[in-house]
């Protein structure tokens, strides 16, 4: 799923001495609905694997409607998509049509290109209902970013979930504490759901190359100051092992990972090393070459008139 803008973050605030950079999410209306965009950023692109990070809602629809993601394209980029509420139906050029659902782990690899929908149920939209979650996108490493599109759910029951002194966690990609995530991945990442009761401390070790706080909700403190705003993405320095205190409930998600084999180049649903392969898949995506969706054939986003990065 992605919601085009021209635009990116541009606010940022003042840092504790362990976090690198601060960066206040975009809200994007979209008719009722609000996303929250934190990656990408436009003076960090990159968060280990992670390209694009938007917290979608949490949003409610009045019943007859929902979310409706026409069918568009993906290159060498894995979606991740995590629902803390509500319910999508995603449908794929592979042939899957899988409701995604609060817990589940969806991840679809892109590789040389894929397709896919999102949308509202059918039987979902007969009633009132209401969404929140994150999308993120991992970059595909250059060893991967033209193999062939594949496609996982995860329940819920089969993530690992710990909780002790205050603090419980969903490991939702790589390696934390001890306990590993089932979800395959093909680059060292790290992702975790993270909820803290008040006065609840923990440390983010420095092990990992480069990582991030996305603080959901509630307020935490970082070498004692206060980072208090909902929706923000905190950039952690490398290498140090960070304290956090929750100053009172607190949601916050753990990200990151090795840094990438390269720069990456980000063109609407396009993520690749090369800004010519971009250009390949985009003109590709309008002469109609990729494959279609099956059970949702009707409709595409077009091709949007958006100038290509520099390389």
């Known amino acids: 799923m992605s919601w085009l803008s021209r635009e990116e973050p541009q606010d940022c605030l003042e840092c504790p001495a362990d976090v690198e950079m601060t960066i206040v999410p975009r809200t994007v209306d979209i008719g009722n ?54 319910s999508l139906d995603h449908k794929d050029s592979l042939g899957n049509d899988q409701r995604i659902v609060p817990g589940d782990v969806n991840l679809m ?15 979902v939209r007969s009633r009132p209902s209401a969404l929140s979650g994150i ?60 909820k803290m009761s008040k006065g609840a401390s923990m440390d983010i070790p420095g092990t990992t190359e480069e990582r991030a706080l996305y603080l959901a909700e509630g307020r ?18 490398p290498g140090r092992n960070v304290p956090v205190k929750a100053v009172d409930e607190a949601s916050l998600i753990l990200l ?6 390269g ?7 396009f993520v690749s090393s090369s800004v010519d392969r971009i250009r390949q898949a985009a003109a590709d995506w309008k002469s109609g070459k990729f494959a279609i969706v099956p059970g949702d054939e009707k409709e595409f986003i077009p091709l949007p008139d958006l100038p290509f990065p520099n390389p």
């Open 33 to 86: 609905f609000e996303v929250h965009r934190a990656l990408p950023f436009h003076a960090r692109r990159l968060v280990g694997p992670f390209i694009f990070w938007d917290q979608m809602g949490p949003g409610h629809f009045p019943g007859g409607k929902g979310v409706d993601v026409r069918p568009h394209p993906h290159i060498g980029l894995s979606t991740v998509t995590y629902l803390f509420d509500g």
């Open 109 to 123: 690899r892109a590789g040389r290109g894929i397709v896919h929908s999102e949308r509202t149920g059918t039987d």
């Open 135 to 194: 999308q993120s996108w991992l970059a595909q490493p250059k060893t991967g970013e033209e193999g062939p599109p594949a496609f996982v759910q995860v329940k819920a029951a089969e993530i690992p979930f710990f909780e002790a002194d205050g603090i419980s966690i969903h490991l939702i990609l790589g390696e934390f504490q001890n306990y590993r995530s089932p979800v395959p991945t093909q680059w060292e990442t790290l992702y975790a759901i993270v």
């Open 220 to 237: 935490i403190e970082i070498g004692g100051i206060e980072c208090g705003n909902r929706r923000l993405m905190l950039v952690l320095r």
């Open 256 to 261: 990151g990972g090795a840094a990438m084999d």
């Open 263 to 269: 720069p990456r180049y980000i063109w609407w649903n």
